[in-house]
């Protein structure tokens, strides 16, 4: 039984580098897939925040519901 924590253990921490939502948005195109918007400065208020880049110092946003 111990065995088989440690292979479901070493499949998911193999599996988490694969995973690509676990990954910011580096560029436009992976911020839109990712259902954000790129905004110039800040992100949009109210019920928007950051989750990473579109391109160097612009922002790619998505709205967050509380």
């Not at 897939?33 to 905004?39: F, L, P, S, T, V």
């Amino acid at each position: 039984m111990k065995i088989f924590a440690l292979f479901i253990a070493v499949l998911l921490l193999l599996l988490q580098g694969t995973l690509g939502f676990m990954r910011a948005p580096s560029n436009h195109e992976q911020c839109k897939e990712a259902g954000g918007i790129c905004a110039a400065g800040r992100c949009p208020l109210p019920n928007t925040r950051s989750f990473g880049r579109c391109q160097k110092g612009v922002p790619c946003c998505q709205a967050v519901y509380d």
